[in-house]
């Protein structure tokens, strides 16, 4: 990824930890990427952030004891990604069926509820990270 300028996607469920060690052990100022389907504490999403990493909010965010709703209200919209887990974690009310990109709506409705802005500011931000993050 530094070699290339590419941004890493990491998956750390239940792995946090050791995760953060290893990145930031190889962060240099150029390693860059998302903590895909964030789910960890407000203090391991201030560490991720630190690193100059985004932290990807999904379906999870919509879930009633999901634990987001405690952390993004302290959390930039700078700092924050939406995405899918497509096929799975589907946001309410469709929770349990096939997730899919269609729902992200739901998402940003559910961030803009939680951190009290409109939809159309999380929309425009986290969209802008998307584009910044992978150079689209």
């Known amino acids: 990824a530094k070699k290339y300028q590419l941004p890493i996607v990491l998956h750390t469920r239940e792995a946090f930890e050791e995760t953060y060690e290893l990145v930031a052990a190889a962060q240099d100022g150029t390693l860059t990427g998302v903590f895909h389907c964030f789910s960890g504490t407000q203090e391991q999403a201030q560490r991720a952030v630190e690193l100059t990493f985004y932290l990807g909010i999904g379906g999870v ?3 009633k004891n999901g634990g987001l709703d405690t952390i ?3 959390i930039n919209l700078n700092n924050i990604l939406l995405e899918t887990d497509c096929p799975y974690l589907a ?3 469709h929770r349990g069926k096939r997730n899919e990109p269609a729902y992200l709506p739901l998402i940003a409705r559910r961030v803009a509820e939680i951190k009290k802005v409109a939809v159309e500011e999380v929309a425009e931000i986290t969209t ?3 584009r910044t ?3 689209l």
């Open 61 to 63: 965010s919509t879930f």
């Open 72 to 74: 993004l209200p302290e």
């Open 91 to 93: 946001p309410v009310p």
């Open 128 to 130: 802008r990270n998307t």
């Open 133 to 135: 993050l992978f150079k």
